[in-house]
T-cell receptor, first 114, second 114 residues
Framework: DTAVSQTPKYLVTQMGNDKSIKCEQN?????MYWYKQDSKKFLKIMFS???????INETVPNRFSPKSPDKAHLNLHINSLELGDSAVYFC?????????????FGPGTRLTVL | GENVEQHPSTLSVQEGDSAVIKCTYS??????FPWYKQELGKGPQLIID?????GEKKDQRIAVTLNKTAKHFSLHITETQPEDSAVYFC?????????????FGKGTKLSVKP
């Protein structure tokens, strides 16, 4: 069974479009995250949610809007896609919000904006 | 805020040799240091972590050392095998912090040649 799953795995789209990435975890964790990994492999946190509430929102353009319908899901909606949004997006989850709780990552969604 | 520097960016070793990856951090309040391994096409996976109340931790062929005075920590892999080939990330955070915000280094691509 996949612990943290993301759909789709690949997403190719035109500039200006709106797209969503879905994430689900079946670990019973309270906290979920979105990370962006750029072409140089640099991993940077974008958002984190604890019990469906936003707790971290790094300096991410407001074209990115996370939504957590329940503790097991954290979706990422992106409006007006730009070339610079091309990256691999990882969802992750941890048992609690404490830094020392292991973060389990999903397989990633490779977004390509043309 | 915290800044984590990681070196080298690429590392190539012969099978059976040891590999060492080094990281430095800037925030003296950081006291939790995990290491993640990312295989091609997959999400990062925790392989070992250390907290500031210990100077060294070992798990089979993997060990991590921490020097709080110098603010640096290292990953040591002994008897490397081809399956150790991956990108390795160090990270730093404040253990027990309320936000679970890991700051990652830029990664080291390790290649183990048979």
């Amino acid at each position: 069974d996949t612990a943290v799953s993301q759909t789709p795995k690949y997403l190719v789209t035109q500039m200006g479009n709106d797209k969503s990435i879905k994430c689900e975890q079946n670990l019973g964790h309270d906290t979920m995250y979105w990370y962006k990994q750029d072409s140089k492999k640099f991993l940077k946190i974008m958002f984190s949610y604890n019990n469906k509430e936003l707790i971290i929102n790094e300096t991410v353009p407001n074209r990115f809007s996370p939504k957590s319908p329940d503790k097991a899901h954290l979706n990422l909606h992106i409006n007006s896609l730009e070339l610079g949004d091309s990256a691999v997006y990882f969802c992750a989850s941890s048992r609690t919000v404490a830094a020392a709780d292991t973060q389990y990552f999903g397989p990633g969604t490779r977004l390509t904006v043309l | 805020g915290e800044n984590v520097e990681q070196h080298p960016s690429t590392l190539s070793v012969q099978e059976g040799d040891s590999a060492v990856i080094k990281c430095t951090y800037s925030d003296s309040a950081s006291n939790y240091f995990p290491w993640y391994k990312q295989e091609l096409g997959k999400g990062p996976q925790l392989i070992i972590d250390i907290r500031s109340n210990v100077g060294e931790k070992k798990d089979q062929r993997i060990a991590v050392t921490l020097n709080k005075t110098a603010k640096h920590f290292s990953l040591h892999i002994t008897e490397t095998q081809p399956e150790d080939s991956a990108v390795y990330f160090c990270a730093a955070s404040v253990y027990g912090g309320s936000q679970g915000n890991l700051i990652f280094g830029k990664g080291t691509k390790l290649s183990v040649k048979p």
